[in-house]
C-alpha cells in the first residue's frame, strides 16, 4: 500500500498562474482533506469530502477549489496564486470523517511557493 | 468555534531528559483528542484519547486526558534525537455534519540534542 500519494512534491509559481496538486490514496477511504500548514499556525483545513460526491469548506477555502474525482482522488486547485498561499499543503484520508474516531492518514506534503 | 491551544510552542532539551508537551482545548460535545509527530514530512499518528480511554501508553511516549480541566499532556521520558519533532494536537467536531473537520493546535517544536 502506497498510502496517501500526492504531486508535486514542490512547485514555484508566479502570482497570478493556476495550478493543480493531485492527491490519492489506496486504503480505501471514504473522507479525504487538504490542509495548509505555515510557520506557526499549525494545520488548518482548506477542503474536505466527507464521501464521494461531496466536498465542503474548512476554516480558509478562499483561493481555492476541490474537485472529488472519485473515491480515490482528490485534487486542489489554485485558479490564480497569491503570495499568500505560499505554504505546504497536505492531503489526508480517513476510513469515516464522523464519530470519535477520526485518524486521518497523510501525505508527504506539495512544498508551494508563489513568487 | 473549537480552539485547540498547544504550549509550549518549542522546546529545547538534551537526550535522556523527560518532556512534558501540553494541550488544552475548547469544543462543544468533546469526543475525543489526537496527538500527530511531524517529522520532516507528514504528520503521523500518536495516540487517540476518548472519554473512555483517558490515559495510553506506548514505550517512552504516554498522554493523559482531563476532561474536567479539558486538557491533555504529552509526555516523553528518557528522550532521544529521533524524538526531535513537531507534536500536534487535534479534536474533531462535534459531529452533525462537520464529519472530520479536525480542529489542530499549532504544535510543539522539540529538539533533543544529542
Known amino acids: 500500500n502506497a498510502g496517501v500519494t500526492q504531486t508535486p512534491k514542490f512547485q514555484v509559481l508566479k502570482t497570478g498562474q493556476s495550478m493543480t496538486l493531485q492527491c490519492a490514496q489506496d486504503?480505501?477511504?471514504?473522507?479525504m482533506y487538504w490542509y495548509r500548514q505555515d510557520p506557526g499556525m499549525g494545520l488548518r483545513l482548506i477542503y474536505y469530502?466527507?464521501?464521494?460526491?461531496?466536498?465542503d469548506k474548512g476554516e480558509v477555502p478562499n483561493g481555492y477549489n476541490v474537485s472529488r474525482l472519485n473515491k480515490r482522488e482528490f485534487s486542489l486547485r489554485l485558479e490564480s496564486a497569491a503570495p499568500s498561499q505560499t505554504s505546504v499543503y497536505f492531503c489526508?484520508?480517513?476510513?469515516f470523517g464522523g464519530g470519535a474516531r477520526n485518524e486521518q492518514f497523510f501525505g508527504p506534503g506539495t512544498r508551494l511557493t508563489v513568487l | 468555534e473549537d480552539k485547540v491551544v498547544q504550549s509550549p510552542l518549542s522546546l529545547v532539551v538534551h537526550e535522556g531528559d523527560t518532556v512534558t508537551l501540553n494541550c488544552s482545548y475548547e469544543v462543544t460535545n468533546f469526543r475525543s483528542l489526537l496527538w500527530y509527530k511531524q517529522e520532516k514530512k507528514a504528520p503521523t499518528f500518536l495516540f487517540m484519547l476518548?472519554?473512555?480511554?483517558i490515559e495510553k501508553k506506548s514505550g517512552r511516549l504516554s498522554s493523559i486526558l482531563d476532561k474536567k480541566e479539558l486538557f491533555s499532556i504529552l509526555n516523553i521520558t528518557a528522550t532521544q534525537t529521533g524524538d526531535s519533532a513537531i507534536y500536534l494536537c487535534a479534536v474533531p467536531p462535534a459531529g452533525g455534519t462537520s464529519y472530520g473537520k479536525l480542529t489542530f493546535g499549532q504544535g510543539t517544536i522539540l529538539t533533543v540534542h544529542p
Open positions: 489526508a484520508s480517513s476510513e
Open positions: 476518548t472519554s473512555s480511554g
Open positions: 469530502s466527507a464521501s464521494e460526491g461531496t466536498t
Open positions: 486504503m480505501n477511504h471514504n473522507s
